[in-house]
């Protein structure tokens, strides 16, 4: 019989890798409860209702703005999602076993933005069909633009909503701070996704649909590029 | 606080804007088109010239503050300075923008993509500002409220560059060549005044900050935030 004459090894962990590793194990997390997903999406639905409800039931005019609902919807949710997302760190101080596990900063920021990046795209997939139910919209054109939209726009949402979220768990008055920091910040890319997903929706006869998506993915380069680099300052003790 | 610093500048700055203002609303010839309408001008462009100059000094501190080697408040106390001048003098040019507009545009406010950069760049300053206040260590505060001006500070040039971009309602930028002298002097002599003036303003605020930054970490306990005790309600024992 052959004994293991030491301990296997760590083996080394690259940013790409840590990533994966802590996304996993935050969709495990989410995937066991589903506290969080069933949360937003009740929420947002809600949201939705009560924009009908807000403005009477003018079907043509819930249809002409059902764009921007949707979006209001998606962000008014995602400031929940948000900062859910670190309140599970921050239970038993996770936080600081992840950092001593050793993870890159940057990996829990990758991990947490593109955590809650998905759980937003799942959010706005089971949205859809809601909105298309209650304002009577119908979708001209293809799936393939609607998603490209949705993927987008969530991942807008969540690159400086993570790294506002990170702050704002530590802070006093989280609940104010994070809509306080993240709406003003997100306009371009809130303005850019509704306007794109009214263009699907309604036709798009003048072309515009391509400069908003541009739009859009500039907004995230720069945020996704700055989140990146910044993130690693926020948590460090 | 230098004597000359501390009374001279306010005192010239105020001199010179005094002066610029009054070539501007007496002096210079009015608009052809607008008439005196136009002499807001004179005030409301040096306001956001100088708003801008502070939140860029707020981002520049920011930046510094992340890279900075030796420990210390001077930094941050200077960002803490900027970025609350920047929101009251941003705040005074968006006031005078919409006196100027109800008459010339029919409104006061219109969504233009200048006036709405300019107001998300309020509120996320104000932000920024509430963001201070909810943060007790001064060390996380300073090192937090600086990634969150970088953040806020990709908008400063899109409000800039705006009325080039999108050349909607609002003017663009005049060149001083394509101007009458007689509108260019004024503007210049009230933008130095406000120069003058916010740099005074700025150094008595950030004066503030250092010394309650001190404070904050010589003595944790000697100013009324919340979470200490207050030596003014401390039941007295018979």
Redesign the interface.
């Known amino acids: 019989m052959k004994l293991p004459t030491s301990p296997p090894r760590p083996r080394p962990i690259g940013l790409i890798g840590a990533t994966l590793a802590l996304l996993r194990k935050d969709l495990l997390i989410e995937w066991r409860t589903r506290a969080r997903l069933n949360a937003i999406v009740f929420f947002a639905m809600a949201t939705l209702l009560m924009f009908s409800f807000a403005l009477g039931p003018d079907t043509r005019l819930l249809e002409k703005n059902a764009g921007g609902y949707f979006w209001l919807a998606i962000l008014f949710a995602s400031v929940l999602a948000l900062g859910e997302s670190f309140r599970v760190e921050s239970e038993n101080a996770c936080m600081d076993g992840v950092r001593l596990a050793p993870a890159d900063p940057r990996a829990i920021y990758l991990s947490k933005a593109l955590g809650n990046a998905l759980l937003l795209i799942a959010l706005g997939l089971l949205l859809l069909p809601v909105m298309v139910a209650l304002y009577g919209v119908q979708v001209v054109m293809g799936v393939v633009d609607l998603g490209s939209v949705l993927v987008l726009g969530s991942l807008a949402l969540s690159a ?1 909503g993570t ?2 979220a990170a ?2 768990s ?4 989280r609940d ?2 994070l809509p ?2 993240l ?3 997100v ?2 890319a809130l303005l850019s996704a509704a306007k794109a997903t009214t263009l699907v929706l309604q036709g798009d006869p003048m072309n515009q649909l391509g400069s908003w998506l541009g739009l859009l993915l500039g907004f995230n380069l ?2 996704w590029g ?2 990146f680099m ?1 993130f690693p ?2 948590i ?1 003790d | 606080m230098n004597k000359l610093i501390k009374w001279g500048l306010p005192v010239v700055g105020l001199g010179v804007l005094a002066a610029g203002w009054w070539l501007g609303l007496a002096w210079a010839p009015p608009d052809r088109e607008m008439g005196d309408v136009q002499r807001i001008m004179y005030v409301h462009v040096p306001l956001q010239w100088m708003a801008m100059l502070a939140m860029f000094l707020n981002f520049v501190m920011a930046v510094s503050h992340l890279l900075k080697s030796k420990p210390g408040w001077k930094l941050d106390s200077t960002a803490e300075s900027a970025a609350e001048v920047g929101l009251l003098l941003g705040a005074l040019g968006m006031v005078t923008g919409a006196i100027w507009g109800r008459p010339t545009w029919g409104v006061y406010w219109s969504w233009d993509p200048r006036l709405t950069s300019e107001a998300i760049m309020l509120v996320t300053y104000t932000g920024y500002l509430v963001l201070r206040r909810f943060v007790e260590d001064p060390d996380k505060r300073a090192t937090w409220s600086a990634v969150v001006a970088i953040l806020g500070a990709i908008n400063l040039p899109i409000v800039w560059f705006s009325v080039r971009w999108w050349r909607s309602l609002h003017q663009v930028q005049s060149s001083p060549k394509t101007v009458d002298p007689q509108m260019v002097l004024p503007l210049r002599v009230s933008a130095i005044g406000l120069l003058l003036l916010t740099i005074a303003m700025l150094v008595y605020r950030y004066r503030i900050a250092l010394a309650e930054r001190q404070a904050e970490v010589a003595l944790p306990d000697a100013l009324p935030a919340a979470g200490a005790p207050d030596v003014h309600n401390t039941p007295k024992v018979a």
């Open positions: 400086p790294v506002y702050i704002s530590n802070a006093r008055a104010v701070l306080l920091l709406f003003p910040l306009i371009p720069i945020y700055v989140g910044l300052r926020i460090e």
